[in-house]
């Protein structure tokens, strides 16, 4: 069980690249209790399920923050997930808290910063004795070809 303390919406870091099939879903799952002694019996448990229609709006958008629509009022919270079908999906974290969206998209570092060694085509000082040009990297060899050559 992870302690929050406090709960009120239960949001997912997570990456759909690719729907295999059209019969899949996906099922969050969230089980939580205000007691760190308890029985499986005494938790309460909520569930909220993705449908194939939900995740194409997911698919190839990269990662996301999903904010499940169910508000979860205990300290103690165990989130899981069951995946129907062929899913490739990648999930960084699960956190608390209340955002306006559902969905947030996080965008490419690469995106914010598009050319940034352009920008910044030189190396800082710290890093002269570590750094090696693309030229001298083409010219060392590997090691491979050393043990090959004995």
């Known amino acids: 069980m992870l302690y929050f303390n406090w709960s009120y919406r239960i949001i997912w870091k997570i990456n759909v ?28 448990k909520y569930e909220h399920v993705l449908k194939y229609e939900d995740m194409l709006k997911l698919e190839g958008v990269g990662w996301i923050e999903y904010q499940l629509p169910i508000g979860v009022y205990d300290y103690y919270v165990q989130p899981s997930i069951e995946i129907k079908g062929s899913i490739n ?45 693309r030229k001298e990297m083409e010219n060392l060899l590997e090691l491979k070809d050393i043990i090959n050559h004995l």
């Open 89 to 133: 999906m990648q999930i960084d974290y699960v956190r608390n808290g209340i955002k306006e969206e559902e969905i947030t998209y996080i965008p490419n570092i690469g995106d914010l910063l598009p050319n940034f060694h352009k920008f910044c085509p030189n190396v800082p000082e710290t890093f002269k004795d570590k750094y090696f040009s």
């Open 17 to 44: 690249k690719k729907i295999l099939n059209k019969d899949c879903f996906i099922k969050f799952i969230i089980k939580s209790t205000d007691s760190e002694q308890y029985k499986d019996s005494e938790l309460k």
